[in-house]
């Protein structure tokens, strides 16, 4: 079974960066598609972002695009996501996933999730 850690949450003020890490164990990391999720207190999980194997293809949520950016350190094991002019709208817990296939929005098509990073952005 495959074990995400998220990492690399904090309080920021608008207009500031996070950069938040995602560390994987199990050698079948390299094959999965990896994402990212958010989700406030009696909310949906949002998708945010979502990278392939090799990181050639990526697909963000509308709300972020052109200020998030995923990347994958396959040696590492690892996927990250770089968020620069943050929101207070993008406050969240921010979750860590993967799965073996296709990109996918809903978050019940991943198979594998961190425990979450927290995300807050002041106004």
């Known amino acids: 079974q495959v074990q995400l850690v998220e990492s690399g949450g904090g309080l920021v003020q608008a207009g500031g960066s996070l950069r938040l890490s995602c560390a994987s164990s199990?050698?079948?990391?390299?094959?999965?598609?990896m994402g990212w999720f958010r989700q406030a207190p009696g909310k949906e999980r949002e998708f945010v972002a979502a990278?392939?194997?090799?990181?050639?293809?990526?697909y963000y949520a509308d709300s972020v695009k052109g200020r998030f950016t995923i990347s994958r350190d396959n040696a590492k094991n690892t996927v990250y996501l770089q968020m620069n002019s943050l929101k207070p709208e993008d406050t969240n817990v921010y979750y860590c996933?993967?799965?073996?296939?296709?990109?996918?929005?809903?978050?019940?098509?991943?198979?594998?999730w961190g425990q979450g990073t927290q995300v807050t952005v002041s106004s």
């Open positions: 990278i392939n194997w090799n990181g050639g293809r990526t």
């Open positions: 996933a993967a799965n073996g296939g296709v990109f996918t929005v809903g978050a019940g098509g991943w198979a594998y």
């Open positions: 199990g050698r079948t990391f390299r094959s999965y598609t």
